[in-house]
């Protein structure tokens, strides 16, 4: 407590100090209102609520059928309705190379065909061959849209396709 009274003595004791030579500060007047600082956000909200009120309107809205008057009239008979027979069913012709057996019991299992003209694949047995591949004992010799031609040791063609 004797600090604070030592100094409230040296402050009595102290030479008064000349006036502030600044004026005194004035109070800040607020900025007349733009009009950008009222105009945006309310047309953000009437934006806002006609899109909400159309998209009520258009939810709500069911298409209406108008009613069509029949007038009673005659009734007509029916006629008698010709019997039509369906078009012959032709299958098409087998390519020459047909005498190759497609899916053999023994042969791999064809899971897919990537086809590209120019670098076609195809999964067969979980495994990615192309064309010229070596897998198992078997070299794959043609990859087509719908089979895979595959040539054994013994120079046999197996052909596999997806049915297998």
Not at 21 to 42: F, K, N
Not at 60 to 76: K, L
Not at 124 to 151: A, P, W
């Amino acid at each position: 407590m004797s600090l604070i009274n030592d100094a409230l003595k040296r402050a009595k004791q102290a030479p008064p100090r000349p006036p502030n030579s600044l004026p005194p500060l004035q109070p800040v007047t607020g900025e007349p209102s733009s009009v950008l600082t009222w105009l945006i956000p309310s047309t953000v909200i009437l934006l806002i609520a006609a899109a909400v009120f159309f998209i009520g309107l258009a939810s709500t809205r069911r298409p209406t059928v108008p009613a069509i008057a029949v007038e009673p009239g005659p009734i007509d008979t029916p006629q008698p309705v010709a019997e039509v027979s369906p078009p012959p069913v032709v299958a098409p012709p087998l390519p020459a190379e047909s005498s190759i057996p497609v899916n053999p019991p023994t042969a791999p299992k064809l899971q897919g065909i990537l086809y590209s003209a120019t670098a076609p694949t195809a999964i067969v047995d979980g495994k990615t061959v192309g064309v010229g591949d070596q897998f198992r004992q078997y070299r794959v010799k043609e990859i087509t849209k719908q089979t895979v031609t595959l040539v054994g040791p013994d120079g046999k063609a197996v052909k596999i396709g997806m049915g297998n």
